[in-house]
């Protein structure tokens, strides 16, 4: 069975500082990963995808994200944070098997605080 | 991009009744839709993929009487919570898999509905 762990409910970092939220996961063969986020009572946006290709991946708002196989990782960054940056983050995974789509199972989330 | 509506966006009633919420893929078709549920400070449990023509999947716990779930067009997939109690109090949000090119993979998230059943 496939899964993620995000091991940190929660993260400050200051305003200006680069960021870092974690994420491991396991899953059968190799892996589609996502980083989503979460404003509060609102649904998820998409923020980045490893499909495959170059490890280090660049999404939107500044984020990027590397994927390390041997280390089962797939960490968030940025560089410089903004207190706008402020949500719950959520890591998801799941395999890239053939014949239809496959289900994603979600992380717990991280919620990030940025502070100014 | 692709846009997924939900509605109504907040939603409260009596223990009892059935509510039901509606999901839409707004310039995008989607044959695949799912519906989450999500506690406060908690991860998105998967409560069942719906599917357009078709019956839906539900996940293991998840009961197929109480959470009654319609896809009866490429666009549009409806979650009928019936009979609802105070437990089903929750946030509830859909998704659609993009389909093609670079949105090919990704899923594209409802704004979520908050039921709260008095």
């Known amino acids: 069975a496939q899964s993620v762990a995000q091991p940190e409910d929660q993260v400050n970092v200051a305003e200006g500082n680069p960021l870092t939220v974690k994420c491991t996961y396991s899953?059968?063969?190799?892996?589609?990963l996502f980083w989503y986020v979460q404003y509060p009572n609102r649904g998820l946006q998409f923020l980045l995808k490893y499909i495959t290709g170059d490890n280090l991946v660049k999404g939107s708002y500044g984020f990027e994200a590397e994927f390390n196989k041997s280390q089962t990782s797939f960490h968030l960054k940025k560089p410089s944070a903004l207190v706008s940056d402020s949500a719950l983050y959520f890591c998801?995974?799941?395999?890239?098997?053939?014949?239809?789509?496959?289900?994603?199972?979600f992380g717990t989330g991280t919620k990030l605080q940025v502070i100014p | 991009g692709a846009v997924v509506s939900q509605h109504p966006s907040r939603v409260i009633c009596k223990s009892g009744t059935s509510v039901k919420i509606e999901c839409r893929s707004l310039d995008f078709q989607a044959t695949t839709m799912f519906w989450y549920r999500q506690f406060p400070k908690q991860s998105l449990m998967l409560m069942a993929t719906s599917n357009e023509g078709s019956k839906a999947t539900y996940e293991q716990g998840v009961e197929k009487d109480k959470f009654l779930i319609n896809h009866a067009s490429l666009t549009l997939s409806t979650l009928t919570v019936t009979s609802a109690h105070p437990e089903d109090s929750s946030f509830y949000i859909c998704?659609?898999?993009?389909?093609?090119?670079?949105?090919?993979?990704?899923?594209?998230f409802g704004p979520g509905t908050r039921l709260t059943v008095l």
């Open positions: 899953v059968s063969g190799n892996p589609y």
């Open positions: 998704s659609a898999p993009g389909t093609g090119g670079n949105s090919y993979n990704e899923q594209f």
């Open positions: 998801a995974v799941r395999p890239q098997h053939s014949g239809g789509y496959q289900k994603v199972t």
